[in-house]
Antibody, heavy 119, light 107 residues
Framework: QVQLQESGPGLVKPSETLSLTCSVS????????WSWIRQPPGKGLEWIGY???????NYNPSLKSRVSISVDTSKNQFSLKLNSVTAADTAVYYC?????????????WGQGTLVTVSS | DIQMTQSPSSLSASVGDRVTITCRAS??????LNWYQQKPGKAPKLLIY???TLQSGVPSRFSGSGSGTDFTLTISTLQPEDFATYYC?????????FGQGTKLEIK
């Protein structure tokens, strides 16, 4: 059973960089695509992007200029960086596995971590 | 971007009822449609993928159908643990997009 766990600061100042890491256990990161998804308080879900263990990425165009996702296969982890954050980036951030081929779906999720952007 | 529109946005029902939630895509997405259930304070849980395939461990009272632009999620006999918010999501093309959610409440 694959398990995912997000970690990182819960409070980020405006204009700074949000950094989160997702640790994968119970399976190898060198198997699937891995994604970040966020959910502002009381709102719906927004896909941020995904990374393959080879390092190839795909980002949501709405965030593409500010987002970077990387992978560390030696640690079985992948990470999210979102720069120049504003209050609009306040959300619960989830990491999730996307599968390895069509039909893609988010089958395993972390429990989520709330990141608040505030001075 | 492909827009996903769910209806209704909220729904009141009773234990034992049959419930249907609809999801419409702004263009054809073949069968690349997934359904998730989310309870307060929890991560979404995959219920159905590829429009109609039940995820392992999900009760058989959940079913999905549709292809192209119109999809439905049906819960045949509502149980107390089914009261939650449901989201559809397409993986036909990036950016992957979700519906706005349907909140299923107890009548």
């Amino acid at each position: 059973q694959v398990q995912l766990q997000e970690s990182g600061p819960g409070l980020v100042k405006p204009s700074e960089t949000l950094s989160l890491t997702c640790s994968v256990s119970g399976g190898s990161i060198s198997s699937y695509y891995w994604s970040w998804i966020r959910q502002p308080p009381g709102k719906g879900l927004e896909w941020i992007g995904y990374i393959h263990y080879t390092g190839s990425t795909n980002y949501n165009p709405s965030l593409k200029s500010r987002v970077s996702i990387s992978v560390d296969t030696s640690k079985n982890q992948f990470s999210l960086k979102l720069n120049s954050v504003t209050a609009a980036d306040t959300a619960v951030y989830y990491c999730a596995s996307l599968g390895s081929a069509y039909p893609y779906y988010f089958d395993y999720w972390g429990q989520g971590t709330l990141v608040t952007v505030s001075s | 971007d492909i827009q996903m529109t769910q209806s209704p946005s909220s729904l009141s029902a009773s234990v034992g009822d049959r419930v249907t939630i609809t999801c419409r895509a702004s263009q054809s997405i073949s069968s690349y449609l997934n359904w998730y259930q989310q309870k307060p304070g929890k991560a979404p849980k995959l219920l159905i993928y590829a429009a109609s395939t039940l995820q392992s461990g999900v009760p058989s009272r959940f079913s999905g159908s549709g292809s192209g632009t119109d999809f439905t999620l049906t819960i045949s006999t509502l149980q107390p643990e089914d009261f939650a918010t449901y989201y559809c999501q397409q993986t036909y093309s990036t950016p992957y997009t979700f519906g706005q959610g349907t909140k299923l409440e107890i009548k």
